[in-house]
């Protein structure tokens, strides 16, 4: 039976513009059959793997793109003195592993198109097969294919890595990720500004600038507080590292720490919506999963949206704990004083996740 972590937060975003849709206005959604504001699972889950709180935790054990591995490794191959048709098939056997080789134009190196994310490992596995061609070994499609096996990047492990020409080359996620939602009715406002010309010639009236005013491009955003919510499987998690038990509970505790402290950086200067989540709940155990968005299907009404979403996040989970019989373990950061159960700080949070 595998081990869950379940991570439920609820923050509140002021004026922003943090996932936009096609037309660049925020993503919505109806729900409860009332308009709500939305977030991406996509939006989210990059903000995270990305921010400064994976890098710290997780420094030497995260994914990169190489867009130039192919050029490398021929260059490298070449400096040592091989042949140049023997340097451009051993490349192209390494560097298919990961992407697609396409010859340089005008006799330059070749280039990786269609690169996926490859770990440190994986690099360090590229030029290992690099310097066994130059010993002399035959370094063809099969003797590659062992890099498949060698990435231990945590946060690959966390969202996964998608090959469709190559299932080995996959990662299952251990993280599955929510579109967030806003728990109560949230419109989106848009903001016309307007700016005065520069007049067009340094002698002109001084009026004539505020009487042609320049309109600027219509700025949409809205505000809400919004549900988060994660699954984490610890045993998908575990088995995409390879058993690496330390990077794994590295991996859950900057999970939590993303989740509760990172936003999403869509139209960040415009808006500057740093925020904190006000409410972090993490559960632990092997009761099958469940999302508690159910607790917003009826729209929290006007107030103290915060408390007020904690409240019908208690209650929820209250019923269904007792409907099914299953209550995991949990421990809760709560700046309104709300939740009645385990309480604690972000890094006890992040210490049971990752326990």
């Known amino acids: 039976m595998s081990t869950y972590v379940q991570i439920h937060a609820l923050t509140f975003y002021p004026a922003a513009n943090l996932s936009s849709d096609h037309t660049g206005r925020p993503a919505r959604m109806m729900m409860g059959g009332v308009p709500r504001l939305r977030i991406s699972s996509q939006c989210l889950t990059r903000a995270w793997r990305t921010s400064p709180t994976f890098a710290e935790t997780l420094a030497g054990h995260l994914e990169e793109r190489r867009e130039r591995l192919g050029e490398e490794v021929h260059a490298y191959l070449t400096a040592k003195n091989m042949a140049e048709d023997r340097a451009h098939e051993v490349t192209r056997a390494i560097v298919n592993v990961f992407g697609r080789m396409e010859a340089g134009d005008n006799g330059t190196a070749p280039s990786v198109r269609r690169l996926s994310s490859i770990s440190s490992q994986e690099t360090a596995g590229a030029f290992a097969l690099a310097d066994r061609a130059l010993a002399g070994e ?40 929510a579109h967030a939602v806003t728990t109560h009715r949230a419109l989106v406002e848009r903001d016309l500004t307007s700016a005065p010309e520069e007049p067009d010639a340094p002698d002109a009236p001084p009026g004539d600038a505020a009487a042609h005013p320049q309109v600027l491009p219509e700025t949409a955003f809205g505000a809400g507080v919004y549900y988060l919510y994660v699954c984490l499987n610890r045993d998908q998690l575990r088995d995409n590292l ?21 936003a999403p950086r869509g139209h960040i200067a415009s808006f500057a919506h740093h925020a904190l989540a006000g409410f972090v709940l993490v559960e632990r155990g092997p009761a099958p999963p469940r999302g508690l968005s159910l607790a917003f299907l009826r729209p929290v009404p006007p107030g103290n949206y915060l408390a ?39 890094d006890e949070l992040a210490a049971f996740a990752a326990g």
């Open 138 to 177: 035959t370094i063809d499609a099969s003797a590659a294919s062992a890099l498949r096996r060698t990435d231990v990047a945590a946060d690959m492990a966390v969202f996964g890595r998608m090959k469709e020409d190559d299932p080995a080359y996959t990662r299952e996620p251990a993280a599955q990720v």
């Open 242 to 262: 390879k058993g690496h038990d330390g990077i794994a509970q590295a991996a859950s505790a900057a999970l939590v720490r993303a989740v509760a402290t990172v």
């Open 308 to 346: 007020q979403s904690v409240r019908a996040l208690a209650t929820t989970r209250d019923a269904l704990s007792a409907a099914y019989n299953d209550t995991p373990d949990a421990l809760a950061l709560d700046i309104t004083g709300t939740w009645r159960g385990r309480k604690g700080c972000l």
